[in-house]
C-alpha cells in the first residue's frame, strides 16, 4: 500500500461567523491510497482548533498518522490484503480526532474499492431523492448574505444577544425558512425563546439547532417542549448511542449528521436510517468540504436524505490553483484536481 496526504488552504469567499469562531479559512486534507495499481481518494476538512467537541486539525493530522494508517498496515501485513472499506469504522477510537481520521481513510478505500471493480457509487448507493440544498448565513456578520439558487432552507448562525436591526431587516428579504443555529451558545431558555419570538415575527422560523452544549439532551427536551418549532441536534450527534440519547429523551425532532465527525459515510447512512426509523428528520451537514467532498456526500445524501442538506459548493477566493474536481468514470464519479494536489501541501506521514 502506497498513501500520500496533502493539506490545502482556502480563504472563504463569504466567511460566516458562529457563536464561538468565525470560518473565514479553513484546511482541508486530501489521502490518495494506491494498491495494486488502483488508487482511491479521501477527503476530510478539520477546524482550525478544538471546539464543542470537534477535534483541530492538528489532532486530527496526528489521529491519521499515528493510530489510523499504522492500523491499516498492521492489517494489510497480517491478512495481505487491504480489508474492505466497511470494515474502516472499526478504526476508531475514543479520541475527538478519531472519527474524522478515520472517515477520511474510509472514503479512499470506497474509492478504490469501487474503481477496482469499475464500479460507481451509484451502484452502492441508487439515487433516491432529489434531496434539497441548505445554505448558510449569520446574524453576526455585517456582509451581504449571499444564497445560491436552488437552496429550499437557509441556516442563521445566531448567538444569545438580541439580533440588531439590519440583521432583522436582511432576515425578511430570505423569503425561505430558515434554521436558527446557537452553535452550543446559550445559557439557559429564557435567551432562546425571547430569539425565536423576535425571529418569528420578521421570518419563516423552520426550527432552531444545538442551543446547549453536546450531551445536554435534557436541556434540549425541556426547551422543546415551549417552543412551536422543532429542536436540531448537529453538535450532539456522533454516534449511534447519542441518537439513543435524543429519542429516549425527545430532545429533538431533526438531527444534522456529517459524516466526518461520526466516523464516515457507513456511519453516516446507519444513523440517518435509524433516525428516519425513529420518526426524526435526518439532514446532511458539511464542513467546507472541495467540490470533490461535496459531490461525495451528495451521492449519500441523495441515496438517503429528502431533508435541506449542506451539498451546495462553498466559495472559496482562488489562491492560482484549480478549485473543482476532475471527472473520473468509475468511483465516485470526481476525484481531487490533480492540479489543486500539486499546489497543496504534502504531509510527511512516516511517524
Not at 61 to 82: K, N, S, T
Request: hydrophobic share 45%.
Amino acid at each position: 500500500m502506497n498513501a500520500k496526504l496533502w493539506r490545502q488552504e482556502i480563504e472563504i469567499r463569504f466567511p460566516v461567523t458562529a457563536a464561538e469562531q468565525r470560518h473565514d479559512v479553513r484546511s482541508r486534507l486530501f489521502l490518495r491510497i494506491e494498491s495494486d495499481g488502483v488508487a482511491g481518494f479521501g477527503e476530510s476538512a478539520p477546524q482550525a482548533v478544538a471546539l464543542n467537541g470537534d477535534a483541530g486539525i492538528l489532532d486530527v493530522l496526528d489521529e491519521i498518522r499515528i493510530f489510523v494508517l499504522p492500523q491499516l498496515r498492521h492489517i494489510i501485513e497480517r491478512e495481505g490484503a487491504l480489508p474492505s472499506w466497511t470494515r474502516v469504522a472499526r478504526f476508531a477510537g475514543s479520541r475527538a480526532a478519531s472519527n474524522p481520521a478515520v472517515a477520511l481513510v474510509e472514503m479512499a478505500l470506497l474509492d478504490r474499492e469501487l474503481r477496482s471493480t469499475d464500479a460507481s457509487v451509484d451502484s452502492l448507493w441508487p439515487p433516491q431523492y432529489e434531496t434539497p440544498l441548505q445554505a448558510t448565513v449569520s446574524l453576526l456578520d455585517d456582509g451581504d448574505w449571499v444564497i445560491g439558487p436552488g437552496v429550499a432552507r437557509v441556516r442563521v448562525k445566531t448567538s444569545p444577544s438580541r439580533p440588531s436591526a439590519s440583521s432583522l431587516t436582511r432576515l425578511t428579504t430570505l423569503n425561505l425558512p430558515i434554521l436558527l443555529d446557537f452553535n452550543c451558545g446559550a445559557d439557559n431558555d429564557a435567551q432562546v425563546l425571547e430569539q425565536v419570538r423576535i425571529v418569528s415575527e420578521v421570518a419563516d422560523l423552520a426550527c432552531i439547532e444545538q442551543p446547549y452544549a453536546v450531551g445536554n439532551v435534557v436541556a434540549s427536551a425541556r426547551l422543546a417542549e415551549q417552543l412551536g418549532v422543532p429542536v436540531s441536534l448537529d453538535e450532539g450527534v456522533r454516534s449511534v448511542r447519542d441518537l439513543a440519547q435524543i429519542v429516549r429523551y425527545h430532545a429533538a425532532q431533526i438531527v444534522c449528521v456529517k459524516p466526518a465527525r461520526v466516523g464516515g459515510l457507513a456511519n453516516a447512512r446507519t444513523i440517518i436510517n435509524e433516525a428516519r426509523e425513529s420518526g426524526l428528520r435526518p439532514y446532511l451537514g458539511g464542513f467546507f468540504e472541495s467540490p470533490f467532498g461535496r459531490f461525495v456526500n451528495a451521492r449519500l445524501a441523495h441515496h438517503c436524505v429528502d431533508e435541506p442538506s449542506d451539498l451546495s459548493p462553498v466559495a472559496v477566493v482562488l489562491n492560482g490553483y484549480e478549485q473543482e474536481a476532475d471527472e473520473v468514470p468509475v468511483g465516485f464519479g470526481v476525484a481531487p484536481s490533480m492540479a489543486m494536489l500539486a499546489a497543496s501541501t504534502a504531509v510527511q506521514l512516516d511517524t
